[in-house]
Nanobody, 120 residues
């Protein structure tokens, strides 16, 4: 009964900023890695950023220096701070988490997605 809920998407001008949030809820024993993926029209889903339980991060080359992923373990929440946004960042952004539950063990869970549109 794990649920991931994203928030923070919207319309922003080129050069602007947005902060995405994703909160996990349910009968959670623990959370390992968490990450953000995105899918633009006509393209495959791609990894944007990931963060381990220990705080190690990994970013797609296209967002390095502009995006920052972080997490609040006490609140089971992961964030994506997006600065200097470009039109090519336009996509549906999905939250993903590796979550351990008593019933199912380790499994991947996905949020419903939040739309980010960068346009003047």
């Amino acid at each position: 009964q794990v649920r991931l809920v994203e928030s923070g998407g919207g319309l922003v001008q080129p050069g602007g900023s947005l902060r995405l949030s994703c909160a996990a809820s349910g009968s959670i024993f623990g959370i390992n890695a968490m990450g953000w993926y995105r899918q633009a029209p006509g393209k495959q889903r791609e990894l944007v950023a990931a963060i381990t339980s220990g705080g190690s991060t990994n970013y797609a080359d296209s967002v390095k220096g502009r995006f920052t992923i972080s997490r609040d373990n006490a609140k089971n929440t992961v964030f994506l701070q997006m600065n200097s946004l470009k039109p090519e960042d336009t996509a549906v952004y999905y939250c993903n988490a590796e979550i351990v539950t008593i019933d199912n063990g380790l499994a991947n869970y996905w949020g419903q997605g939040t739309q980010v549109t960068v346009s003047s």
